[in-house]
């Protein structure tokens, strides 16, 4: 994984309609959340909906969001990019949700999960690595994205990141078989 001020890979990868993004131009002026994310894992339909409010507030704060889908949509179509259309649109997803087919910007992050957010700051360094909340699925408490909005609010306030953060926790990312990271 990534550690905290490193320089996170440059990528460009297709939206479910084909259109290139690029890291920068999912960036806000003040940074960009990247989280790897699928459709069915049960950790990210459980933050889904306040990733998505979440994310609304902090575009406004300037700081935008992308969603990268790494998992090998052979083995899981429920993962392609037709259901990716939906669930975006189920959620209130109104940043870029994008198909890592060969599974490099994954691996370029160190992604081992879904979800896994990384916060890089506007020179595009990691500045936090951790969990959305301290929320679970079936673990009575409802998303709030508590961790990753305090390591936004630190990183904009101009003070060091979390000392301790929590890893996240979720689904292994389903490589693509003889695709692992080493």
């Not at 990247?34 to 902090?58: K, R």
């Not at 990716?84 to 198909?99: N, S, V």
């Not at 160190?110 to 690595?129: E, K, S």
Request: a negative charge.
């Amino acid at each position: 994984m990534l550690p905290p001020g490193a320089s996170a890979p440059d990528f460009s990868l297709p939206d479910p309609e084909g259109n290139l993004i690029s890291r920068g131009t999912a960036a806000g002026p003040n940074g960009l959340v990247v989280v790897f994310a699928c459709n069915h894992c049960p950790f990210v339909i459980h933050l889904a909906d306040a990733l998505g409010a979440l994310a609304a507030g902090l575009a406004a704060q300037g700081v935008g969001t992308v969603a990268i889908n790494p998992n090998d949509t052979s083995r899981y179509p429920q993962d392609g990019p037709d259901a990716m259309r939906g669930f975006a649109a189920e959620h209130g997803w109104r940043f870029p949700y994008l198909i890592d087919g060969t599974q490099s910007v994954a691996k370029a992050f160190g992604a081992a999960c879904t979800p896994d957010f990384f916060l890089l700051d506007a020179a595009g360094r990691v500045f936090y690595t951790g969990q959305f909340d301290d929320s679970r699925p079936r673990g009575g408490l409802r998303a709030h994205g508590g961790d990753l909005e305090e390591a936004v609010r630190r990183m904009l306030a101009g003070e060091g990141p979390l000392e301790r953060p929590y890893p996240s926790s979720g689904c292994n990312i389903k490589w693509i078989p003889g695709n692992e990271p080493d």
